[in-house]
């Protein structure tokens, strides 16, 4: 038994959802998650599931964490099928291997300093005004990018 379609590549509000379910909230971090995955299975043209696997490094521990969920249902890596490993590190950078190729993919640390600010203030319209604005961001507003080959 095993999913045939491909993992859904682009932002949808069913995505979200999706998320919140599993997660039991939404917020920024979740967003981030979110997107990093659809990244991967773009840049690196994957199906999503079993073809790619992730190494995120950050704070091993919520809000920043919440960001781990939103790459296992956006990209299909989990922890489950053990295709993700988290290191605890200062920053959030993810880093997609499928194949030899390497997508690593980092949250700007202005972005990173912007969320926790906001988190700070504990306000629900300001935190619902961060997330639409990571979903709608280009990436480059948000993210270092970096496509690599792996050295054999
Ligand atoms: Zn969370």
Same mark, same amino acid.
């Given at each position: 038994?095993?999913?045939?379609?491909?993992?859904? @590549?682009?932002?949808?509000?069913? &995505? $979200?959802?999706?998320?919140?379910?599993? +997660?039991?909230?939404?917020?920024?971090?979740?967003?981030?998650?979110?997107?990093?995955? &659809?990244?991967? &299975? %773009?840049?690196?043209?994957?199906?999503?599931?079993?073809?790619?696997?992730? @190494?995120?490094? $950050?704070?091993? =521990?919520?809000? %920043?964490?919440?960001?781990?969920?939103?790459?296992?249902?956006? !990209? =299909?890596?989990?922890?489950?099928? +053990?295709? /993700?490993?988290?290191?605890?590190?200062?920053?959030?950078?993810?880093?997609?291997?499928?194949? %030899?190729?390497? #997508?690593?993919? !980092?949250?700007?640390?202005?972005?990173?300093?912007?969320?926790? =600010? /906001? #988190?700070? #203030?504990?306000?629900?319209?300001?935190? @619902?005004?961060?997330?639409?604005?990571?979903?709608? !961001? !280009?990436? =480059? %507003?948000?993210?270092?990018?970096? $496509?690599? @080959?792996?050295?054999?």
């Amino acid at each position: 038994m095993r999913v045939e379609a491909p993992k859904q @590549r682009g932002w949808s509000q069913n &995505l $979200l959802d999706k998320a919140i379910d599993f +997660h039991g909230h939404g917020g920024p971090f979740m967003v981030v998650g979110l997107r990093m995955g &659809l990244m991967a &299975l %773009d840049k690196l043209d994957a199906h999503g599931y079993f073809d790619l696997s992730c @190494r995120a490094r $950050l704070h091993w =521990g919520p809000p %920043d964490s919440c960001v781990i969920d939103g790459i296992q249902i956006s !990209s =299909g890596c989990t922890m489950g099928k +053990h295709n /993700i490993e988290v290191e605890d590190h200062d920053g959030i950078t993810v880093e997609f291997t499928k194949g %030899d190729r390497i #997508l690593g993919i !980092s949250l700007k640390p202005q972005v990173l300093e912007r969320i926790h =600010g /906001i #988190l700070a #203030l504990k306000n629900e319209g300001a935190i @619902r005004s961060m997330m639409v604005e990571l979903a709608e !961001s !280009s990436e =480059g %507003d948000v993210f270092n990018v970096v $496509l690599t @080959r792996a050295v054999r």
